[in-house]
Each structure stands twice: as C-alpha cells, then as structure tokens.
C-alpha cells in the first residue's frame, strides 16, 4: 500500500509536476502583488487626492482604482485566451 502511493504519487509529478509548479508560482507571484496592492491602497489614494480631499471625491478615486484593477482582470482573462500568448487548446 505504501509502495503503491508512492509510484501513484511519482507517476503524477512526472506527468503533472511542472504544470503544478508553474500553477503555484503564478498564483505565489499573484497573491503577493494584489496583497501589496490592497495593503497599500489608501496610502496610494491619499497621495492622489490629497490631506484635505472630501469623502466624495476619496471614494470617487476608491472607485477609480477599482475600476482599473477590474479592466486589468477582464484584460488578462482576454490575453490568456489567446491561443498564441495564453492556454494550449
């Protein structure tokens, strides 16, 4: 039984173990940039709106930051489609 996960186990690394490496990387790399992104988040809007900025015009840049971040998400999930920059169909 033992020996039998253990081929089960070399057998999915050796088929598998790159893409799985690859996978956990990309979402490491991205996990740390959009943590960074929303750690920082109200320092970065604060030095685009100023000290002395009104709660409408924090969350008309709130809203502006977020609507950016989102057409980067829609852009992205276009390029991976893309059969010469992003998946193997």
């Not at 790399?29 to 960074?36: M, N, P």
């Not at 000290?51 to 992205?76: D, K, P, R, S």
């Amino acid at each position: 039984s033992g020996d039998l996960r253990v081929s089960h186990l070399r057998l999915l690394l050796q088929n598998f173990g790159g893409r799985l490496f690859g996978a956990s990387m990309s979402w490491l790399l991205w996990d740390i940039s959009f943590y960074g992104n929303k750690l920082f988040q109200s320092t970065f809007l604060l030095a685009i709106t100023g000290e002395e900025t009104t709660l409408l015009e924090f969350a008309a840049a709130a809203t502006l930051n977020a609507t950016v971040a989102l057409l980067g998400y829609f852009g992205a999930a276009l390029l991976v489609e893309r059969p010469e920059l992003g998946r193997v169909k």
